[in-house]
């Protein structure tokens, strides 16, 4: 298969190289050109007009579930080599209590975060993920530079608001939290859709709760990040097939670590790059978990940050 061409500002473009075989087998460059050579989108293009109303016709309550840790440098756990948030400010009541005057008696406080676009609750750019130094689309890894992504970053997604599923493991189980390296399948999903009477349909946001944030306080850090319970490959063909945009799990990494075939992100590298399909890391799913919902509105926005490779979100689930 050929790659798309791209001219997209002068970006070096090779339009014949067939990428290496990947752990995701058919799904290396399966949605490439589906939306056209130029697309910088993926998958969220299955979010049309219908998918918002259907969303919005599930609100009935209007109970809303935030899904999003707190930003906390000491509460958020983050994988090796990304550094914590770290919240500082500029002026607060100290200040004041210094001496510190403004005109007409006028006083204001102000601070700062610095985060990984990766840590804490937060969203994939297509951007992230290349193999055989190309992205999604056919898009060259060369393309994501110093300065940030001249494509794919993640102010082309701009938002996901559709009908939301979420399909609850540790219900089906019978468990608090999927044991770490529980490989979820087809069948598990399958099954939770029998159990809560609901369906994952082309341009669902489906959630997956494996239970695993909630197991950070038992297990600690480092045994929480040291393997997960997660989809597998078949799980991710299944995501494909069903038509969703975007999938998000109550884990570091979405996809189950060990990986099935020891290897470096197999189901990354197929649902990211291989079909534009965004993953959603450590949102918090307990709450909605236990109260039941599990059919709702999903609304999310990244933070338009150009070239970025990622996002800090909060996801809302109305229902």
């Known amino acids: 298969m050929s790659c798309c061409d791209h001219e997209d500002e002068g970006i070096a473009v090779i339009s ?11 799904m290396a460059t399966r949605h490439w050109g589906r939306w056209g ?4 989108r993926g998958s969220a293009n299955l979010i049309d007009a219908d998918c918002v109303r259907d969303g919005a016709s599930l609100v009935r309550s209007g109970q809303v579930f935030s899904l999003a840790l707190q930003v906390d440098a000491k509460n958020v756990p983050v994988t090796p080599g990304r550094a914590p948030p770290q919240h500082f400010m500029r002026t607060d009541g100290g200040d004041y209590a210094a001496g510190l005057k ?3 008696g006028f006083q204001t406080t102000d601070d700062v975060i610095s985060m990984p676009v990766h840590a804490g609750t937060h969203i994939d750019a ?8 190309f992205l999604y689309n056919g898009y060259p890894l060369s393309s994501v530079r110093s300065a940030g992504a001249k494509v794919l970053g993640i102010e082309h997604l701009r ?5 939301g599923v979420l399909l609850d493991l540790c219900a089906l189980h019978g468990v ?22 609901v369906k994952v349909t082309s341009g669902t946001v489906l959630l997956i709760h494996t239970g695993w944030l909630g197991a950070l306080k038992t297990l600690g850090t480092t045994e929480f990040l040291s393997g997960e319970p997660g989809i597998g490959m078949d799980a991710a063909r299944w995501i494909v097939e069903r038509g969703v945009p975007a999938v998000g799990a109550d884990n570091f990494a979405v996809e189950v670590i060990p990986t099935e075939n020891r290897g470096a992100a197999p189901v990354h590298r197929a649902l990211i790059r291989g079909c534009g399909v965004y993953l959603m890391e450590m949102l918090v799913l307990s709450e909605l978990a236990a109260a039941g919902v599990h059919e709702f509105m999903f609304v999310a ?3 338009p940050i150009t070239g970025a490779t990622g996002s800090p979100i909060n996801p809302l689930a109305i229902a």
């Open 301 to 303: 926005a990244p933070l």
């Open 126 to 133: 297509l951007c992230h993920v290349a193999d055989a130094d």
């Open 102 to 104: 403004r005109g007409d």
């Open 37 to 40: 050579a130029d697309d910088q």
């Open 176 to 197: 608090p939290f999927l044991p770490k390296g529980t490989v979820i399948t087809p069948q598990d999903l399958e099954a939770c859709e029998t159990r809560q009477d």
């Open 159 to 163: 938002s996901l608001c559709s009908r």
């Open 16 to 26: 014949t190289h067939s990428p290496a075989p990947l752990a995701s087998d058919g």
